[in-house]
């Protein structure tokens, strides 16, 4: 079966779990926390730095929750795949994969990771540069989502995947303006979609761990 290594509030595992849960693959979930530190052990031999989601089948380990949810296309479920199986639809669904992926959760966990720092360590700057990205990530992202339903080829596909958690965490921490209708209701609609509400549910227990206090996710 299956192994993979993660935690249920961290964002690009449930990337990948997303994609677990619509292909419905068994797996055996390995929590990598405090309490299990031969985990934390496993991930620092296997991945470059030590981070996660990691998925190992039998001999073979697979890093990173883009090449994970390739992988489990290629070996793992019988759903249709999240890469669209036509190169040229594959090219939208890797693009806005990435989009999410760059513009919205790296300027979020940039704030994120400012915010767990003593408070005389933080950058003055971090939280500025990635509220600016945030909007123009934000703009940009409810022009491109009016008139669609998914964010790429009208399938949902990797680019949702990375769309749910990355919209999720950064409306939470800073929320997505009331103006940008598109873009709220393409959150809506993921947060209404039972793979990632599964994703969401199970995240519920450490919700009082997210250091941008302040909002209440929707």
């Not at 849960?21 to 926390?33: A, H």
């Not at 939280?127 to 022009?143: F, G, I, M, Q, T």
């Not at 958690?165 to 609609?189: K, V």
Request: proline share 8%; with cysteine; aromatic share 12%.
């Amino acid at each position: 079966m299956v192994r993979i290594y993660g935690h249920p509030f961290a964002a690009f595992y449930w990337k990948a779990l997303i994609a677990v849960y619509e292909r419905n693959v068994p797996f055996e979930f390995l929590m990598v926390d405090a309490d299990h530190p031969e985990h934390a052990a496993a991930i620092g031999r296997l991945a470059p730095t030590g981070q996660f989601p990691v998925l190992v089948d039998g001999k073979r380990t697979v890093i990173e929750s883009a090449a994970i949810i390739e992988y489990l296309d290629l070996h793992h479920g019988s759903a249709p795949p999240m890469i669209p199986s036509d190169p040229r639809a594959a090219i939208e669904a890797r693009q806005m994969d990435s989009v999410f992926d760059d513009y919205v959760m790296t300027p979020l966990s940039r704030m994120v990771l400012n915010a767990l720092r003593d408070a005389d360590k933080r950058d003055p700057y971090a939280d500025v540069e990635a509220k600016a990205v945030l909007n123009k990530s934000y703009a940009w992202l409810n022009r491109w989502m009016e008139g669609r339903e998914w964010a790429a080829n009208d399938t949902f596909s990797i680019a949702d995947c990375a769309a749910a958690p990355a919209l999720f965490y950064a409306h939470w921490g800073y929320p997505i303006p009331e103006s940008l209708t598109a873009l709220r209701n393409y959150r809506a609609r993921l947060l209404a979609r039972p793979s990632v509400a599964r994703v969401v549910d199970e995240a519920r227990p450490w919700r009082e761990n997210f250091p941008l206090k302040g909002h209440s996710p929707d």
